[in-house]
Every structure is written in C-alpha cells, then in structure tokens.
C-alpha cells in the first residue's frame, strides 16, 4: 500500500525488503491504520513525503535473520517498536530511546530520511526494536500495541497513585488506552471528555466513571461537583488542540499534573497564569519509551481490552477505502482499523 502522490494510495507490487546483517524479516499478519497517517497522507505534515509504504502498527512472524542475528527464529510471533533508535546517542544512553538523536520511524518519510512501513507483506526491522508476542496475544491485538505503549507513557510519565482522580480528554484509541492503563494503575474516578457519543460510552464500558460531552454538559462544573470543588489530581490531553489544553487545565487541582500527547497542528495559547498559580505540572509525552513487554503482559492478561477498540478488521488490498471512510468519517464512530495483507 503505497502513498504515491498526496491522497494517492497505490495497492502493487514492490520489491522485497533488503535485510542487513542485524535485521530480521517479518511476514505482516496485521497493520493498523493510525491517526497520523490518515492525518498526514495529504502531505500537510511533512511527514509522508512520497513514496512510502506507511505502517507503524504491526505484528508478524519472522521469516528470515541477518547473518548476525541471534535471537530470532524463523516462525517466532513478533511485534515492532514503531521507532528505530541509535543506542549510542545521549539520550539512547540515558534510556530515554524515544528522543534519540537519530531517531527514525516505520512509515515515515520526511527530507531527512525515508523508513518504508508495514502496510505490505513483509517489512525488515532492526533485531534490537523486535519483542515476542506472548500466545495469548494475537497478531490483530498486537497491532494495537504501539498506540497502546503510546497510552502508556504518557499515563507512566504522571505521579499516578491509588484513588487518584483523573480526566482524559478525547476518546479517540490513545485516549481509551489511556483510561484503561490509569484504571490498571490504580486511578480511583475516571472522567472522560469527548464530543462523540458513541466513543463516550465505550469510554465508560473501558473504565471511565462518567463520559462528559462538552456541548451538553459543563465539564469543568461536573468535575468540581465530583471532586470536592477542588478538582482532579491529573489529566490528559490526547486531542490537540488549545480549547482541549485549556479544559485540562481547569479541570485541575491546585499542584496537579498534565501530561500532553495530542499533536498540536497550531500552537495553542496556554492558561500559563492558572499554571503558574496553582502550581500546576505540564508533562510532554512523545511516542514510548521501552513500554512494549508491559503492554503486551496487560494484553495478554485482560487487564487492558484492545478488542473493543477494534472497528474493522480488512484486507490490505482494500486499504485505500478504509483510509477514506476514516478521513471523511461519514457519520460512522470507527475507532481503529486493522489491515490483513
């Protein structure tokens, strides 16, 4: 599945995948379509200069190994870090590989450097970005794993504690991943802060205490009416842009914290008076950061259901449709798309 011009996407023939001596060749079983690449296939990114195979969130089975390749056999079940990093850059060595200098990742082409993705049979990933899939886990769920690890560092990056109160703004995959992963931590009251109701509900069937929707109900009011009149202990903004911001932190208690993961297409005007006041914490949380064998444990433990966030499960062939019904919506409340090739 190739974007071959801006909107353009091509199902054909490419050739197989090079595979270096430290790569292993994984056979696609699953691939979900994500956010930023509906979002970026018209080229207002940056992001997806073409051509390029997109894809970032996949599992497979390994059908090859370079020849210095060790861990990996032929048949093992496996799953991806969306990011390729160096290891040997500061901030590889200080184990924060999600800011790495030279950081690279499937499905992404910009003027620096193009990584071809998974949305086709085979993809050659480097060994040390590879984690095996527990049996429990099937390759349509391991495909939800890096939105999921996406979840997961933001909500590991906040001073969670047991009963905390939180507010997670959209309801989108990120957001519904991210109220689960506060519920497993030990998140005591869950609000949830969408415009779609269909996606509120299944926010509170995942875990939320009680869906909030902007246009009826005066959310920062229901949160004080819930928390004493004080407000929650921490919040997350997974949608991106200032009114979304702005909500989070009004929702918040005096020294409270909120992490920011939504991607900010305009810079946002921020309550920096109401930061500043309340002792208030803004947390960045960009991409993962090693988070893949704890997602893959909450997975394959039921601790955190993937499967209700699953809209449509497709041929890759048919990829290019799906792409359109998740960009011009239609009404519909799909939530993730996963392709089969």
Request: charged share 20%; with cysteine; glycine share 10%.
């Amino acid at each position: 599945m190739v974007l071959r011009a801006p909107n353009q996407l091509v199902y054909e023939d490419v050739p197989e995948p090079l595979v270096g001596p430290r790569d292993v060749l994984i056979q696609i079983k699953a691939c979900g379509i994500c956010g930023s690449d509906v979002h970026g296939m018209d080229g207002s990114s940056g992001r997806r200069i073409p051509p390029i195979i997109m894809g970032h969130e996949a599992a497979g089975v390994v059908i090859a190994t370079g020849r210095e390749v060790a861990g990996w056999q032929p048949g093992d079940r496996v799953t991806f870090d969306s990011t390729v990093y160096c290891g040997t850059c500061h901030f590889c060595r200080r184990g924060l590989i999600n800011l790495c200098d030279n950081r690279r990742v499937f499905g992404v082409s910009t003027p620096d450097y193009r990584l071809h993705g998974a949305m086709a049979e085979y993809v050659a990933v480097p060994e040390h970005v590879v984690y095996r899939l527990p049996d429990a886990v099937t390759f349509v769920q391991a495909a939800l794993v890096e939105p999921m690890s996406v979840a997961l560092h933001a909500v590991a990056r906040l001073p969670v504690h047991v009963n905390a109160s939180a507010v997670v703004i959209g309801s989108g995959p990120i957001g519904l991943l991210a109220i689960q992963c506060l519920r497993a931590a030990g998140c005591g009251l869950i609000y949830a802060v969408d415009l779609d109701a269909g996606r509120l509900q299944l926010a509170c069937q995942l875990g939320a205490d009680r869906g909030l929707h902007p246009e009826r109900d005066d959310v920062v009011q229901q949160v004080l009416r819930g928390t004493h009149a004080r407000g929650v202990d921490i919040a997350l903004d997974a949608v991106g842009i200032a009114a979304t911001l702005n909500l989070a932190v009004r929702c918040l208690i005096k020294g409270g914290a909120l992490a920011v993961v939504g991607t900010y297409a305009h810079q946002p005007e921020l309550l920096l008076q109401e930061v500043v006041y309340r002792q208030l914490t803004l947390i960045g949380s960009v991409a993962s950061c090693g988070d893949y064998p704890a997602c893959l444990n909450l997975i394959a433990r039921h601790r955190v259901n993937v499967d209700a966030l699953i809209s449509a499960v497709a041929p890759l062939a048919e990829g290019a449709a799906w792409f359109e019904r998740l960009r011009a919506s239609h009404g519909e409340s799909l939530v993730k798309v996963v392709l089969e090739p």
